[in-house]
Every structure is written in structure tokens, then in C-alpha cells.
């Protein structure tokens, strides 16, 4: 878009067609460029360990050619590398169909980002011309209470895909799709039933991705002497997925080309577990080096004496009085080194072993379970404002979600969930729990329950502090990739009996989500059909956030915009007032935010301030004696309104009295 001659206009981009009908499609994002270079470079790997060909993607791809029905299903178990595949399979059908401007189709992933992740509503989908779409279910297909509804609706819309030059592949589980239900849904699956060969995925990825060849050699099943093996041949197995030959190849070329380097790549791929099981060995009965190798794991970089004062807090005990014993024993950077930390002048830490952390963190998760609580609750202290995990909040957090994910299981969020209620509800505190929630949330295998967990705690009428983590995750990128679940799970919070900080949290959440790209139109379309519902106490809220321009003009700028070429837009924000008028619950914050129209009336250049006054003219016409707007036109005695709420009434020709002008300045 080309602008000129605008030095006295001012310019309000919508992010998005803003409209007052018609369904809220899933939100799709594009496939990156490093997963399309992969695919389509000789990094893809078409062979098993036997050297036979993988034909997954293959089979997948003949499905959406000219002739086939537009979808493919690819079936199997974790580890086969069903995604990349999918992504393959996309890329050669396009390549084999350009749309009609003889451009090859793009490729999009759906999000799954059903209301009810139970019963997806495949009308959702969207269906762009001349586009190729990824919708990847395999962590939640086991849970669809009707799997045979789902795949007829899904066989049918790529039907419809199909007539616009588009296609679809669906990445499942291996045992849910229910192919013997009907021929027609079972010529749609291709079965992942062979990995590539993992040797050949780690050596492809050393050579073409790292840049290494001179590495490959270590991966070689025979190389210089007879019956001699590459040194890191014998850390891949058939069984091996592709995802671990992957990170194989990531250990390999971040070493250097040494023996001593590549015994650091070996322990890292093996997530250092020979090395955790010595150190906790050795430290069998020493309670204070093991509370010392907790407290860098959490503090890795810090200074070493701050590391110390923080495993001594774990145990709970304070400096050590005793001269005697101070003199006694190994020095602390001795100590340090021992347990696997570098020490590297008055700093130590675990940064030089990647990895090495969690795996500490692991261990100690499954092998001392009675430490779960007293461990949460030092972190707690650990990271309280003026503490030296204050700001090791995003380190901190991506461990504990490390954590989550590795033993992908609900129980480690349960735990944590449990953290919320031992009576801290400081920010921080509750954004950390938020953090780990969001990413947890996102995550395969994972991800579906604790989504699920999510919907349960936003709708919990009695604890406040566990509504208000909700609506903090729904500040988080969780809130880019779940829109439609964000705004469920805000619907249940602002819907609380009181106005407290939950519902404030879910405010910001919402405005939050209006102001990301492309999704104003989705949040305004949903917020307008609660708000006209006259017992919707969460709708009115959330109108009057959205458009309150004392905290955010965002909203009310683009909607009056809107509002001046769409009648029905206009139409719609009458209505809204109508109804969060009636509601007596928000009589206080809509009289905010009108007095708040009336500044914004009178000092923002970028609102359609004829448009405006026509708006309240309206809404006074309908509500005089509401309370929020007899306070707008008439005033309240004893109370003084300022300047732009005197020149608002003017022009709305309303007349008041001057008593309402005398007393103090009203305070909003």
C-alpha cells in the first residue's frame, strides 16, 4: 500500500477485515522456511536402515494429486517423523499443481483451535484457493468423542479444497482415524510404518546443515580400519527417531573435533546421564553439595557465593557460625567442580554442559519425589522480588517446563499448579506458573491436557489467584496460537461474581488479543455477540475494556473508522451500550468509560468524532435515566466534571444545570 500527501491525515490499519457476521475461521500460520529447506534439499532422508525407500510422504502426496480427494491422512505412531513427511508431502504436490496465476500453492498450518477440542467443528477450516494446509492432531485425536463424525467432515471439506486448486494433510495418531469404518476414509491414509534411516538423518543434517562433512566420519558404520566403527555410530539404533538423529547432529557439530569434544557430545545426546547418576553417587551422603548442585541449576552464572547461600536456603539453614567447621573440608570452587559446575572467577554455573541442568532437574524429579514441595517452595523464595532468581524468571521457567514436557505428564503441572495456592500471589510469582502453563500448553503430546486443565481453572468461581494465572497464560503467545480457546477461557473469568484481579488480568488479556495482528476482527465479532446479551455479565465487561480509550484507544479508533463505511458496525456498538446499560453490575465502569469518550472526544484527532457524538446521542436517546448517562449529560451533585465532558454536552444540545458544575473535580 502506497500513501503520499498525508503529512495532516492520520492513518488507521485494521490488521484484517472487521467484520459483523459470518464464523471466525482456525487461525493458520506459515510453514517456516527451515522446515521448506529441509524437505526440499538433500537434508530429506527417503531411506529406512535397510536402505529401502520410505514411501510416507510419497504415498501422502500421490493422495492430493489432480485426481485424488484432496486430503491425506498420515497415521503412526510418535517418532516416524510424521510431521516432516507431511511437510514433504505438501511441498511435491505443489510443486505438481500450480494454481491458475502458474504460482505454485503456499503451505499453511492449521492451528487446532477448536471452542471444544472434543467435538472440532470442521467448518472452521479454512479454505483459501491455490493453498496447501497442515492440520497436525495426533496429540488430540484420541480424545474426539466422535472420531467417524470428524473424518466424514474432514473428507468433505477437502472436497471442497479440491475444486479451489487446495488440499489438505492431516497428521494423526496411529490407531484413531477410523479407516475401517468406510472405504472412503480409509483411501485417504498413508501409514508411517518406517523411519528414515536415523545415521543418514544425523549425517545429512552434520553435512548439509552444519556445515560439517568432515564430521560425517564419526557416524560411519565402517571407516579406516576393518571392523572399526565411526566414534559416534554406536549412539543410534534402528529404533532411534528422527527427532534423535537431529539432536545427535547438533551435539556433534557444536564440539570441537577432539576426543575430549566428542566426549562431551556423547554425554550430551545421552541427556548425561552416566554423569547425574556419578555425581548424586558420590554425593550419597552429602547433603550440601547435592543442595549446591540444585542451586546452579537454577542460578547457573551467578556468583558462586550467591550459589551457595541459595543451596544452604534449600536445606534451611543459614551461614555457617562454626569457625572449626568453616576451615574444614574442600574449598567451594572444589565443591563446585565436583559436582560438575564450571567455576570461572567468582562465577560458576552449567551453561559450558548444554543440557546437563535438566538432567539434574530430572533425576531429581523422579528419584526424590518427597522433594517436590519443599523444592517448589524454595523456588518460590528463590524468585521473590529482590532474590537472585528475581531475574532468572525465563531461565527458571524453561526448565520447568523442560521438566513438564520429558516426563510428559499432567502430574508435574498438577504440582505446579498446587504452587499458586500457598498464599503468595505476587505477580511475579504467578507469572513464572504462567509461563510454564503457556508453554506446556503448546507442546506436543502435552499440550492437549493441560489446555484442558486451563478451561477448568478459568471457570473456578472460588480461587482468584488460580483465575489470575489463567488470564496471565492468556497475555502469552499461548494467546497467538489458541485465539479461539483464549477467548473462552476469558469469557469464564470475566464472568466472576467480583470485580478483582483476575478479572482486571483477563481485561488486559483481552485488549491484549485485540491488539495482535490479525485478530482484532475475530475478538471483536466474539465480544459484540456476548455483550448483546442482556444477562452477560463477562460480554459487558469485556465491551467496556475493549473500548475503553483511557487504557487503550486502539480499539475504539479502528471500530469508529470501521463505523463510518459500515452501518452495521455502527449499529453494533449502539446496541452494545443498550445492553451494558441495563446491567446494573458495570453501572460504575461504563460511567468511566463514557466520561473517558468525553476526553477522547474532545483531545484524540484520530477519532470520528461526529460519528461519536451520533453514537451517545443515540444511546441517551434510548437510556436517559440510566445511571452512567444522567451522570454523561446531567452530572451528580456535588461532583465537577471537567472541560471536555462540559463541551461534549454542548454538543450533544443537551442542557444542564449549572449546579452539577460546582464541588470538586470528579476523579476517574
Known sequence: MSVAHNDRS??????????????????????????????????????????????????A???LGVAGPGIAVIAGAPGFGKRTAAIR?????????????????????????????????????????????????????????????????LVGHAETLRRKGSFLVLVADERTWPE??????????????????????????????????????????????????GEAWDLLTDANSPADAVRLADALARVEPSPKGLEAARASFQQWRTQVDDVFETTEDNADDRALLIASVFLSGEDALTIQKAGRRLLGEGPEKNVRKILTGPDLATRL??????????????????????????????????????????????????QAGATRLSPISDLLVDLAIAENDIRVIDKIRDWIDNGNNREEHLDLIARVLARSAEVDGLGPTVRSRLLTWAQDKENEALARTVALVCQTSFADDYPRQTLVRLRHILARAQYDGAVEAAETALRRLAGREHQ??????TVIKWAKESDNLAGHRAFLALVDPSVDPFVLRVMLTAAESKPEIKQALID?????LTDTQVHRKAGDVLIAWARTWASDELIARDLLTDILRQVIGRHLMATPIAALVYGEPDVRYDEAVIELRKELHIPFSDMFTSGPVKET
Open 10 to 59: 492520520s492513518i488507521i490499519i485494521a490488521a484484517g477485515p472487521v467484520t459483523m457476521s459470518g464464523k471466525q475461521l482456525l487461525p493458520v500460520a506459515a510453514i517456516s522456511a527451515a522446515e521448506l529447506d529441509i524437505v526440499r534439499s538433500p537434508v530429506w532422508v527417503g531411506f529406512d536402515s535397510d536402505g529401502k525407500t520410505v514411501t510416507t510422504a510419497a504415498d
Open 576 to 580: 452494545a451500550w443498550s445492553t451494558v
Open 520 to 525: 482484532l476482527a475475530r475478538v471483536w465479532s
Open 180 to 229: 475401517s469404518e468406510s472405504g472412503a476414509l480409509a483411501r485417504v491414509v498413508s501409514r508411517a510404518e518406517a523411519r528414515p534411516s536415523p545415521h543418514r538423518v544425523a549425517a545429512a543434517h552434520l553435512r548439509h546443515v552444519y556445515q560439517k562433512p568432515d564430521r560425517v566420519h564419526w557416524l560411519d558404520a565402517a571407516s579406516g580400519e576393518a571392523g572399526h566403527v
Open 89 to 153: 508431502a505438501l511441498s511435491e504436490a505443489a510443486q505438481a499443481e500450480p494454481n491458475d496465476e502458474k504460482a505454485l500453492p503456499v503451505l499453511k498450518e492449521i492451528r487446532p483451535d477448536w471452542s471444544d477440542p472434543a467435538v472440532p467443528d470442521t467448518s472452521l477450516l479454512p479454505e483459501e484457493p491455490g493453498t496447501g494446509y497442515l492440520l497436525d492432531v495426533a496429540s488430540e485425536i484420541n480424545a474426539w468423542k466422535d472420531p467417524h463424525k470428524v473424518a466424514v467432515g
Open 337 to 386: 567442580t565436583r559436582v560438575g559446575a564450571q567455576v570461572q572467577g567468582r562465577h560458576a554455573g552449567l551453561d559450558h554442559k548444554p543440557g546437563y541442568a535438566r538432567a539434574v532437574l530430572l533425576h531429581l524429579w523422579r528419584q526424590r519425589a518427597d522433594i517436590h514441595p519443599h523444592l517448589l517452595t524454595w523456588l518460590n523464595g528463590l524468585t521473590s522480588p529482590g
Open 61 to 63: 502426496a500421490a493422495m
